[in-house]
């Protein structure tokens, strides 16, 4: 089954390892201490009765523990695994489902991996840019610092007229080229977008032109910012433009503060939107335009989608290995629940046959039969809700944008756990009930 897991969860679980012949002396080890102490359990409660109590027409009503124990335990185990998968899956549909404030579709990323100034960091990315722009199949061209949603500056504090004494706002901060808001479809709200001429008077003031997102107006705590003077992390600038808020990092990370500039230094990443129809052709038309201006710097590309994708690999893997370990504890629990109601059955078949033989319906039996299992399924159900609640409301903590953990889920594992147990149960609860009590009776 190891081939079969490994492409389910799409990761290599056992990398490397060989069944030599200590492995399997190693398996075989386990299974048969496994079995001495499932054998010698029971043969030391027998060895502690008296020949009487073995051979006593009339037994006592014994209750077992240990039995109902191992109940609750597996069938809790199973229903915290249930809850758990349910809740990362249910988590993975959320961000794979959210709106990034951006258009993710069809944009691709590139990296410059190249010195400033050779390359396509040099003077040569403006005619490379053209030449891409006049395939109607490639839609937008721009370079930025990082690609979207991993932007890696640090962040640093800001400073504006006015501020409060003692009020910190940190900003991250990224470089743009100037059609970067068309590339990525972000709308502009207030103030303008970079533009040559603009720039080439701000650089004569040796200022900075500063375009903010939204939540840098809001956590600023003013009611209109552009034309204001600021300075990021000792640089002084001023903002030119307000956009709407886009997640520029996972979404692990709460929204922050945005400053975007133009500094082609820091131009790191190019980013190019293709339209849907010819997918294929317009990235065989990029790799081509691109050995043309930089042959001696590898064409490498990966499209947003995929590597936001990427990034919650471990999630998805996490939620598929769950998925299985959870089916095999049920399925574990399941055998045992099986093997106790048969044992439970045969003890109580002369007294199930009296019942038939004074009048009792097969539905009464089988409620009789049925009732003392469920109610421990039902308790390991109120065991492993806060168990699992707790377990998922920390691993939800990991992000910064998250789903509730919804009554149904909870409500689902337990309906799941009681279906498959009351199934279990009720095979073996109706051949018993459905048995002829002569059988039961016929040596009283």
Request: charged letters at 20%; one cysteine or more.
């Amino acid at each position: 089954s190891m081939p079969f897991l490994n492409r389910f969860i799409g990761y290599e679980i056992f990398q490397g390892i060989q069944f030599e012949w200590k492995i399997i002396a190693g398996i075989f080890g386990i299974a048969l201490l496994t079995g001495i102490i499932s054998s010698v359990y029971p043969a030391l409660i027998f060895a502690r009765k008296k020949p009487a109590e073995v051979l006593a027409f009339k037994q006592k009503k014994e209750t077992n523990h240990v039995r109902n124990m191992l109940i609750v335990f597996q069938y809790a185990a199973s229903i915290i695994l249930i809850i758990c998968t349910a809740v990362i899956f249910n988590q993975l549909h959320f961000m794979k489902n959210k709106d990034f404030g951006f258009d993710a579709g069809n944009l691709i990323s590139i990296p410059l991996a190249m010195p400033v100034g050779e390359g396509l960091k040099g003077s040569a990315y403006d005619v490379f840019k053209d030449e891409l722009l006049a395939n109607p199949d490639i839609v937008s061209v721009t370079r930025t610092l990082g690609s979207p949603m991993n932007n890696r500056a640090n962040k640093e504090e800001m400073w504006w007229p006015g501020k409060e004494d003692g009020k910190l706002v940190q900003a991250r901060w990224s470089s743009v080229d100037l059609d970067y808001l068309e590339t990525l479809g972000v709308n502009l709200i207030d103030g303008q977008f970079f533009t040559y001429d603009m720039l080439s008077a701000m650089w004569d003031q040796e200022q900075t032109a500063y375009v903010v997102n939204n939540e840098t107006v809001k956590q600023m705590g003013v009611e209109s910012v552009v034309g204001m003077p600021i300075k990021l992390g000792g640089r002084p600038g001023k903002i030119i433009g307000v956009t709407e808020n886009f997640n520029y990092r996972t979404l692990r990370d709460k929204l922050e503060p945005l400053c975007m500039f133009f500094q082609p230094y820091f131009h790191f990443e190019l980013l190019v939107r293709i339209a849907p129809e010819h997918e294929q052709e317009s990235i065989d038309y990029i790799a081509s335009t691109w050995d043309k201006y930089a042959p001696e710097f590898p064409f490498e590309y990966e499209f947003v989608l995929d590597n936001y994708r990427h990034q919650y690999e471990i999630e998805d893997q996490t939620g598929k290995f769950m998925g299985v370990f959870g089916i095999v504890a049920i399925f574990i629990a399941s055998i045992g629940l099986f093997g106790i109601a048969l044992f439970s059955s045969e003890k109580r078949k002369k007294e199930i046959g009296i019942r038939k033989v004074n009048g009792a319906k097969i539905s009464e039996v089988l409620t009789l039969l049925n009732k003392d299992f469920l109610k421990w399924v039902v308790l390991a159900f109120i065991i492993a809700t806060p168990i699992a609640w707790y377990a998922m409301h920390k691993w939800l903590e990991n992000f910064a944008y998250k789903t509730s953990m919804s009554w149904w889920i909870f409500a689902i594992a337990g309906v799941l756990s009681l279906g498959i147990a009351l199934i279990t149960v009720s095979f073996q609860s109706w051949k018993a009930a459905t048995r002829n009590p002569v059988e039961a009776l016929r040596y009283e």
